[in-house]
């Protein structure tokens, strides 16, 4: 069966320093995987996306993030926090060979980013 | 490019009241729809979703129905509120068939039962 754990449920870090949001897998196959951010109030947005390739993902607001195969892990990072980015950011999983193509979401965590 | 409205944005509702929530998506067809259920600010929970027109998957037993009358519509509705329906519920869309294609959320309708 597939799952996403995120195993913190806050971070909190310093503006202008790095910032990492850790999320593992498990699926019986290869994933594709998937990281949102939601604001307060507000719907879940399509930050980036892993499906083959080069290991490090770019996407939306200078985030990146770092499939690790043998560790299962698709950790979200980015070079300089800001303040802005205090918001709750989700890791998704969809197994690409499963019997079910359902998104499968974590239980997000709250990144809080002190001034 | 593709949009997804959802209204209301929120709603106050008493305890055996029916509801009715609208999800559109603009700019794309056939996209299959989903409706989630966010409580306590955390945690998605799948409550249905869409593949086409009047094919509609339940996830879980509840006090909820969807319906899907038009390619690009979907509606979540109930017969009458229990407190527990109180939430944050969210509508998105995907690419048929899925694979590497992200889900796009609406910006939700914050449900309070009274």
Request: net charge positive; proline share 6%; charged share 15%.
């Amino acid at each position: 069966a597939q799952s996403v754990a995120q195993p913190e449920d806050q971070v909190n870090v310093a503006e202008g320093n790095p910032l990492t949001v850790k999320c593992t897998y498990s699926v019986s196959g290869n994933p594709y995987l998937f990281w949102y951010v939601q604001y307060p109030n507000r719907g879940l947005q399509f930050l980036l996306k892993y499906i083959t390739g080069d290991n490090l993902v770019k996407g939306s607001y200078g985030f990146e993030a770092e499939f690790n195969k043998s560790q299962t892990s698709f950790h979200l990072k980015k070079p300089s926090a800001l303040v802005s980015d205090s918001a709750l950011y989700f890791c998704a999983v969809r197994d690409r060979g499963g019997a079910t193509n359902k998104l499968i979401f974590g239980t997000g965590t709250l990144l809080a980013v002190q001034p | 490019s593709q949009t997804i409205h959802q209204w209301p944005a929120t709603l106050v509702q008493p305890v055996g009241s029916p509801l009715s929530l609208e999800c559109t998506v603009e700019g794309t067809s056939n996209p299959n729809l989903y409706w989630y259920r966010q409580a306590a600010g955390r945690g998605l929970q799948l409550l249905f979703y869409s593949v086409g027109i009047g094919q509609i998957s339940s996830e879980v037993p509840q006090n909820l129905s969807a319906s899907r009358p038009q390619d690009r519509q979907f509606i979540l509705s109930s017969k009458k509120l229990l407190l527990s329906d109180s939430g944050f519920y969210l509508c998105a869309w995907s690419v048929s068939p899925e694979n590497s294609s992200p889900l796009h959320f609406g910006n939700g309708t914050r449900l309070t039962v009274t």
